[in-house]
């Protein structure tokens, strides 16, 4: 039984085309191209192929030719050509009191026993002194290069 028919219009049948044989998108794009083109069981479409054959051909998994299949019967072609945006929104731990309070922190002396802060030292530390819950110490080191002070970058002579 087949789960999802892919029919295409003559009009998407020539985008479709035109898409493969220019070369200038995304891979990924083009690969769903040909696998739509391959699947079309419309009154243009000459021969269709099997699932195992594109899949061999192609050098991908039947389950991306029935993801690609899914995505275009349910959400039209735009989505099967390009996939989903991503939904989820991540909440911004780093606002701007925060980055000055460790800005600062950063550029003054470090702790007794080290030569510098690291980042590690500097995530530790502003956690202990209650600027914020918790923070990684990637999260420190994009907001330290967001900033254009570097107190290490100087060089003698």
Not at 15 to 29: C, F, I
Not at 57 to 62: I, R
Not at 80 to 102: M, P, Q, T, V
């Amino acid at each position: 039984m087949k789960k999802y028919v892919v029919t295409l219009t003559k009009d998407e049948r020539e985008a479709l085309e035109g898409l493969a044989a220019k070369g200038k998108h995304k891979s990924q794009r083009i690969l769903n191209a040909l696998i739509l083109l391959g699947c079309d069981e419309g009154e243009s479409q000459k021969k269709r192929s099997t699932n195992e054959e594109m899949a061999c051909v192609l050098n991908v998994s039947m389950r991306k030719i029935d993801r690609v299949k899914e995505r275009f019967v349910v959400e039209g072609l735009e989505v099967a050509l390009n996939g989903r945006r991503g939904s989820r929104i991540y909440a911004k731990k780093a606002d701007g009191d925060f980055e000055s309070h460790l800005v600062a922190l950063s550029c003054s002396q470090p702790p007794e026993g080290f030569a510098r802060w690291s980042l590690r030292l500097l995530a530790d530390k502003v956690v202990e002194l209650e600027y914020i819950d918790s923070v990684s110490h990637e999260t420190v080191r994009r907001v330290l290069k967001k900033t254009k002070s570097n107190p290490g970058g100087e060089r003698d002579g």
